[in-house]
T-cell receptor
Framework: DSGVTQTPKHLITATGQRVTLRCSPR?????VYWYQQSLDQGLQFLIH???????AKGNILERFSAQQFPDLHSELNLSSLELGDSALYFC????????????FGPGTRLTVL | DAKTTQPNSMESNEEEPVHLPCNHS???????IHWYRQLPSQGPEYVIH???SNVNNRMASLAIAEDRKSSTLILHRATLRDAAVYYC?????????????FGAGTRLFVKA
């Protein structure tokens, strides 16, 4: 158990819909990262937040957005969903920035039908 | 963007050392080399990281080439529980922004 929690574990929805994935970092960790893992694209970095502020963006689509709240939990919002958005979405946290060890959550499996 | 190249798969016998290579010929001076592994049905797990010098921890050793264009993750005695996909990752903290670039990973098979 990494100490990072993600909800829900599984999510099934239809094309065009919007969903929100939630992540609670380890106690004391200020950084939260979001990743997408699909069969054809592998593990892709989406975005990094540190203490409520966006710090880095990777291959995140404009239809996706994220935020980190004052209690440090984070949400990833995915809208206008397409079949290709079906993937595992991982959240990770670390004490500070990207040079630190990241602890990954168990992931949310999103299926878009 | 700096990329990493790893073999698709490797095989090892149990209790033998394993050397997992990674090429990162376009690495920049501010890129850290991280290794993570992913066991089936789990999120990635941190293994080790370094910048320039070789590093050891309880899980593994990381050998970094002098020119930093390649590195090798060393598992000293492979066990069946080490069967996983191993990712070599460059994490950049330069002023251009933080980036985390994953390689395709090496799937390690461990034979009993």
């Amino acid at each position: 158990d990494s100490g990072v929690t993600q909800t829900p574990k599984h999510l099934i929805t239809a094309t065009g819909q919007r969903v929100t994935l939630r992540c609670s970092p380890r106690s004391g960790d200020l950084s939260v990262y979001w990743y997408q893992q699909s069969l054809d694209q592998g593990l892709q970095f989406l975005i990094h937040y540190y203490n409520g502020e966006e710090r880095a963006k990777g291959n995140i689509l404009e239809r996706f957005s994220a935020q980190q709240f004052p209690d440090l939990h984070s949400e990833l919002n995915l809208s206008s969903l397409e079949l290709g958005d079906s993937a595992l979405y991982f959240c990770a946290s670390s004490v500070r920035g990207l040079g630190n060890e990241q602890f990954f959550g168990p992931g949310t499996r999103l299926t878009v039908l | 963007d700096a990329k990493t190249t790893q073999p698709n798969s490797m095989e090892s016998n149990e209790e033998e050392p394993v050397h997992l290579p990674c090429n990162h010929s376009t690495i920049s001076g501010t890129d850290y080399i991280h290794w993570y592994r992913q066991l089936p049905s789990q999120g990635p797990e941190y293994v080790i990281h370094g910048l320039t010098s070789n590093v050891n921890n309880r899980m593994a050793s990381l050998a970094i080439a002098e020119d930093r264009k390649s590195s090798t993750l060393i598992l000293h005695r492979a066990t069946l529980r080490d069967a996983a996909v191993y990712y070599c990752i460059l994490i950049s903290g330069n002023t251009g922004g933080f980036k985390t670039i994953f390689g395709a990973g090496t799937r390690l098979f461990v034979k009993a």
